[in-house]
């Protein structure tokens, strides 16, 4: 089968969003699928293009009328699919929905191309809440045509729990882990306190404020409490830093708490600097407040990435692959501060071998979640 794999952006060798999408390729590739990748991007010179597997099937020029043209000119796709025999289109949501995607999907059906779309989160609406005015007026229109868009697809992928969405029939898949690209946890300790991570583009919906005001309380109730070190990892928005709407920030908290000496920005690190700080925590921080975006059930990328590693771990939403798991802490999906004592009660009460970790979710590789969508589709 020739599948056609359809984002509508570039890619970023530092992005999460980039390294998923290249290993749901490669678990395609795996099944046996011929699978091309088609995406949106710059080239050198600066013009918009759309490519498949890095070579140009449309320049767009440069200016404002490229960026236009991008948004509503999608015959180069419809063109390719033709001419290379694609069978199955497998599509990315984007947010995007609109009269001349519609259309591009409703010719596709016709020349008896099968077309899904997998959204990433649902529901998503509520993620815009913070956004600039120009992506909420970007939302408003999705709204608008994402039913119409659905009709044309033979199946939403998704990784939530709900058996419909816009109207269509979903496929439920959980995210996927590469066990190539993520190595077994090493802890090694590097003194007596308890290390945490946190990995992720940090945003609203992780609630590691919450986290921090948990802190903030342990240290002023424990009567003996433990030197506790909690390191994120990843992008971080001032907004997030500093507050925003009826959500206090992390520096802010830090601040009123004072705990900087207990919380430790990394940045975005990769390769054996991300892994030595892996290694010498003991827990993984996951999501803490999906229900900010109006979330109950979510199969995150990243509780599949911590078990791959083999490092039991925190969140809050319901993740169906991991609830009855001895591994995991659930925090209360609500405002509360995280129970920090509870966390270090489990700490010191438990211990896990990583490989043990791991082989409960050898059944969550991308080569068996994307063959479910095939052949569901």
């Known amino acids: 089968m020739k599948i056609l794999f359809l984002v509508y952006h570039g890619f970023s060798e530092v992005s999460g969003i980039s390294k998923k999408i290249h290993y ?76 001349f995607l519609i259309r591009l999907f409703k010719r596709l059906r016709l020349l008896g191309i099968k077309s899904v779309t997998e959204i990433p989160t649902y529901p998503y609406d509520q993620e815009f809440d913070t956004f600039s005015r120009q992506e909420r007026l970007g939302l408003k229109i999705d709204q608008l045509f994402r039913h119409g868009l659905a009709r044309q697809m033979s199946a939403i992928v998704t990784f939530s729990d709900a058996d419909e969405i816009f109207g269509q029939r979903t496929i439920r898949i959980s995210n996927g882990v590469d066990f190539d690209s993520i190595p077994l946890h090493h802890f090694q300790p590097v003194d007596d306190a308890i290390h945490l991570i946190a990995v992720a583009e940090v945003h609203l919906w992780h609630g590691y404020d919450r986290l921090i005001a948990g802190l903030g309380e342990y240290y002023k109730n424990a009567t003996s409490p433990r030197n506790i070190i909690f390191h994120i990892v990843g992008g971080i928005d001032p907004f997030d830093l500093y507050g925003q709407g009826d959500y206090p920030g992390i520096q802010t908290l830090i601040d009123q708490y004072g705990l900087k000496d207990h919380v430790v920005f990394h940045g975005q690190l990769f390769g054996d600097e991300l892994n030595d700080v892996f290694n010498q925590s003991c827990f993984a921080i996951g999501s803490l407040a999906r229900h900010r975006s109006g979330i109950t059930h979510i199969k995150t990328l990243k509780n599949r990435e911590y078990a791959t590693r083999g490092i039991p771990f925190i969140y809050s939403e319901i993740d169906s692959d991991f609830e009855d798991k001895p591994y995991i802490i659930k925090a209360l999906p609500d405002e509360s501060p995280i129970d920090v004592q509870q966390m270090v009660d489990f700490i010191e009460s438990h211990t896990f071998e990583p490989a043990e970790i791991r082989k409960t979710v050898e059944n969550l590789s991308w080569k068996i979640q994307m063959r479910h969508v095939v052949e569901e589709a």
Request: net charge negative; aromatic share 18%; glycine share 10%.
């Open 24 to 99: 749901q390729v490669k678990g395609l590739r795996e099944n046996g699928y011929e699978v091309h990748l088609c995406y949106y991007d710059f080239d050198a010179q600066g013009h918009r293009c759309r490519y498949v597997d890095d070579q140009v099937i449309q320049d767009y020029g440069t200016g404002f009328m490229a960026g236009l043209r991008q948004r509503i000119d999608y015959g180069c796709i419809y063109d390719y699919c033709k001419l290379n025999g694609i069978q199955f289109v497998y599509a990315r949501c984007f947010q995007n929905a609109n009269p």
